[in-house]
């Protein structure tokens, strides 16, 4: 299984949007709204911002939102803050009953 | 509250061994799937394998990178996860996460435990 396909890194200035792309196959991502995304701060531990492609987890701003066309997933951050920036991943759960991560994109707050 | 705290990482020569432990508390443990998750150096996040909870049969799954090497268990007395990795590569070095699974994704996670895979 191929890792999904994320931007190696994006960047914004504070109050803009931004957004993330997260590209696979029909296998993974166009296959189930299984999609999640996870913010990451280096040595701290994941965590999880989007699932089932739109879902907000309690307690996570509503500038981030999911969305998904055919094989590709989206994250979207409006109104940037600095405390966004970090590493941001994309998931889908696969056909072969497995997940599949992309290899992450890095989000610079200017 | 959740927890996930993960140990055992370390230096292994390769084609060693490592035990990884994963210790939870905060939620019904024994109804859980339990997976494993790293990052290696320069790469993204990559699913390494899980165990299903008892009730849904307690198997297990695994990528292709490790299946046949790493074995992924659970204790519901402790609230412990396990994952035995042996024939180790140097491309098996990362960070490695445990954390809680199902179709919504995984969550929450630990903060991680090192494993390095060098002569």
């Known amino acids: 299984q191929s890792a999904l396909t994320q931007p190696a890194s994006v960047s914004g200035s504070p109050g803009q949007s931004i957004t993330i792309s997260c590209t696979g196959t029909s296998s993974d991502v166009g296959a189930y709204n299984y999609v999640s995304w996870y913010q990451h701060h280096p040595g701290k531990a994941p965590k999880l911002i989007i699932h089932d492609v739109t879902k907000r987890p309690s307690g996570v701003p509503d500038r981030f939102s999911g969305s998904k066309s055919g094989n590709t997933a989206s994250l979207t951050i409006s109104g940037l803050q600095p405390e966004d920036e970090g590493d941001y991943h994309c998931s889908s759960y696969t056909t072969t009953y497995t997940w599949v991560f992309g290899g992450g994109t890095k989000l610079t707050v200017l | 509250e959740v927890q996930m705290v993960e140990s055992g990482g370390g230096l292994v020569k390769p084609g060693g061994s490592l035990r990884l432990s994963c210790a939870t508390s905060?939620?019904?443990?024994?109804?859980?799937?339990m997976s494993w998750v790293r990052q290696t150096p320069g790469k993204g996040l990559e699913w390494v394998g899980r165990?299903?909870?008892?009730?849904?049969?307690?198997?297990?799954d695994y990528a292709t990178p490790v299946k046949g090497r790493f074995t992924v268990s659970r204790d519901d007395s402790k609230n412990m996860t396990y994952l035995q990795m042996s024939s180790l590569k140097p491309e098996d070095s990362g960070v490695y996460f445990c954390?809680?699974?199902?179709?919504?994704?995984?969550?929450?996670w630990g903060q991680g435990t090192l494993v390095t895979v060098s002569s």
């Open positions: 165990v299903l909870s008892k009730s849904d049969g307690g198997t297990t």
């Open positions: 905060g939620f019904t443990f024994s109804s859980a799937w």
């Open positions: 954390t809680t699974e199902s179709t919504r994704g995984h969550y929450p």
